[in-house]
């Protein structure tokens, strides 16, 4: 779908990158290496979402970060077209309203590093039928067709196991009960 809209397969991994999950930033060379691609065509890209005001961007020593500008009048649209492409909207409608009683709903892994790798890291927190989860993610793969991977904690189990998460790894809070 979005390789439809946008021909620059450097813009898509960019806009997975640096917009999926905003708290993400990175550098020219890191995203080239990441993407196997050229320091040029990552550097073009880099330059027009920061000419257009999509990216803020700050130095850091010798290395120049790159950033989403969560303040930009189109970053939202962004963000949700990109969370309809990976399927994850459709995947916190499914599980959220059917599994009972859930508190909160957080991406990981790749996917929250802004990496498109085919493989969903979800954590579930709260009182979740296990059994029932395990059809619904089968369910949801073949509708989004990417693997689904989860972690389910009760409130007390997060409380402890969020404390022991390394700080490279990313949560993206998806949803959360109010």
Request: glycine content about 8%; charged content about 30%; proline content about 2%.
């Amino acid at each position: 779908m979005l390789e439809t809209l946008i021909s620059s397969k450097t813009r898509i991994k960019l806009l997975l990158r640096l917009f999926l999950n905003p708290g993400n930033s990175a550098h020219l060379r890191g995203l080239a290496d990441d993407f196997g691609e050229s320091t040029n065509s990552v550097r073009m890209e880099l330059n027009r979402f920061e000419d257009s005001g999509m990216l803020l961007s700050e130095s850091r020593g010798n290395k120049k970060l790159y950033r989403a500008n969560e303040k930009h009048p189109l970053f939202g649209a962004i963000n949700n077209i990109l969370l309809k492409y990976v399927g994850i909207d459709r995947i916190v409608e499914i599980i959220i309203d059917r599994l009972g009683n859930m508190e909160k709903a957080y991406l990981t892994g790749d996917y929250a590093k802004g990496k498109d790798s085919g493989v969903l890291d979800l954590i579930l927190v709260g009182e979740v039928n296990k059994s029932y989860l395990a059809r619904l993610t089968e369910k949801a793969e073949n509708l989004i067709g990417k693997k689904i991977r989860y972690l389910v904690y009760t409130s007390e189990e997060w409380d402890a196991a969020r404390n022991n998460l390394s700080e490279d790894e990313p949560l993206l809070l998806l949803w959360e009960k109010h």
